[in-house]
């Protein structure tokens, strides 16, 4: 078992830089894929980035491509997602989920979940 703690949130305008952290406790962080999901207000929780707990392969969504990036520090037991050129459509709050095996762009398969983090992004 992990236990996830997001931080880095807050308020920034569009166009502008932001990046998100997620703190892992517990034994093995690096045997886990960790992935980012975001929900919004009235709307279902959405995958956002992935990365393999060992080929450190990353996937994101097409919303994100190109935008974001997800990196790993496993001597930190963190993960992080660099979000650039941020869009009022990224307003959500911002999870990270953990799993073992490989990463998955489905919410189901991640059975650690952080609180989150508010992301705002105004226009």
């Known amino acids: 078992q992990v236990q996830l703690v997001e931080s880095g949130g807050g308020l920034v305008q569009a166009g502008g830089s932001l990046r998100v952290s997620c703190l892992a406790s517990?034994?093995?962080?690096?045997?886990?894929?960790m992935g980012w999901f975001r929900q919004a207000p009235g709307e279902e929780r959405e995958f956002v980035a992935a990365i393999n707990w060992y080929s450190g392969v990353t996937y994101y969504a097409a919303s994100v491509e190109g935008r974001f990036t997800i990196s790993r520090d496993n001597t930190k037991n963190t993960v992080y997602l660099q979000m650039n050129s941020l869009k009022p459509a990224d307003t959500a709050v911002y999870y990270c989920?953990?799993?073992?095996?490989?990463?998955?762009?489905?919410?189901?398969?991640?059975?650690?979940w952080g609180q989150g983090t508010q992301v705002t992004v105004s226009s």
């Open positions: 989920a953990a799993k073992t095996a490989w990463a998955s762009r489905l919410s189901s398969g991640y059975h650690n």
């Open positions: 517990g034994r093995a962080f690096s045997s886990y894929s």
